[in-house]
């Protein structure tokens, strides 16, 4: 087999389950792939294996209680986790994934995965009972949703002899999933633009009309496709989350300068991510002067505002993506095809913005991906992060099979 984690350092965390034995067994595969492991052991876990099984096995020292040395453990944590180009946690007890989840750092593997910004992988293994609960489901969730990736348990023989979902995946597989995470991103080096949140149109210097858009969907998709490679720029409006990880940020405040910052950078983008809820309308003669309250009702005039995504359809050119939004009330499906035809988009993902804990304002979506030939996928509701991995893996499907024409061509 090739040696594909050649000069990797693997941080390895085993667990307190029975399936401990497995982590020994996943070290080895690791090194067998050529990479420096460097195991540690929760103090469940060591109940269960010793740490001169890992150390014998991996040829590194063995951190278990890292209050044992506090000279030690405090640059060793930090240093490993800078080295890591993986760190990797299986078998994962319910214990540890509560811990993971909640950013909880009394653990070494724990401190590790919190200081790290290399991928975390993390392999559940409990009883069935333990897996389902909606506590450790939660956790699971909140962990992906954060862009770890869940290596799903097998279906099997469990430690208590009854059969059920909750085994720790095969070792093979494991490995295999940290030589994935480690190879470079799917979108490496492609350069994405997105747009995100709401824009303000003055009605005076005090006051605007805008939306209730939060910025939170065009900011996930912006933090998924760096985290793939991607070189992102953002250009957004208003908003109050931080600045996506990895990622460049334009702020602008109206239609206007988001079409101009857009437009900018359009022609040398390969994929334009359209996520803003940019105003159909601005005031016309919106002045410097505020307005004063009257007895009179007080009439402003609206005037359009250039469709940016639009008017990026038209300019497009050969080999450039466009991934639209359709924010409805009603008749989504057919709206929505109406957009993906109109704005000459790729891709389009449709919202039926009306639906009580998803869209505007929330943390979680759900809606349909339309593609330009026609196909329609539902998005059923999930965390925006898990549904911006989703749209990102349908770009990357999407240019995949360009590149794939373009080469038998
Ligand atoms: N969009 C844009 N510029 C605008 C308005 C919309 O780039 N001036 C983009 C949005 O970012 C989104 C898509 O167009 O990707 C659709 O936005 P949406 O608000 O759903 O639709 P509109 O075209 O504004 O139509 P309507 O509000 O009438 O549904």
Redesign the pocket.
Known sequence: MTERLDDKTIVLGVTGSIAAYKGAELARRLMDLGADVHATLTRAGAEFITPLTLRTLTGNPVTVDMFEEPSEWQVKHVSLAERAAAVVVAPASADAIAKLSLGLADEFICTVALATRAPVIVAPAMNDKMLSHPATQEHLERLRARGVRIIEPETGRLASGAVGHGRLADPQVIAAAVVEAVAPGDLEGVRVLV?AGPTREPLDPVRFLSNRSSGKMGYALAEAAARRGAEVTVVSGPVSIPVPAGCRMKAVET?AE??RE?MRRFPRCRVLI???????YSVAGAGKKKLKRGDEPLSVELVP????????GDRKKAGQLL??????TEDLLP?ARE?LA??K?DL??ANDVSQPGIGFESDRNAGYLLLADGAEVELPEMEKAAFAERIIDAVVERLGAREGRRRRR
Do not use: N, P, S
């Open positions: 747009t239609a988001m079409r857009v359209a996520a803003a809820a940019v105003a159909d505002t250039k469709d940016i995504l639009a008017e990026c991934v639209g939004f359709a924010a409805e709206h957009k109109a704005k988009v389009l993902v």
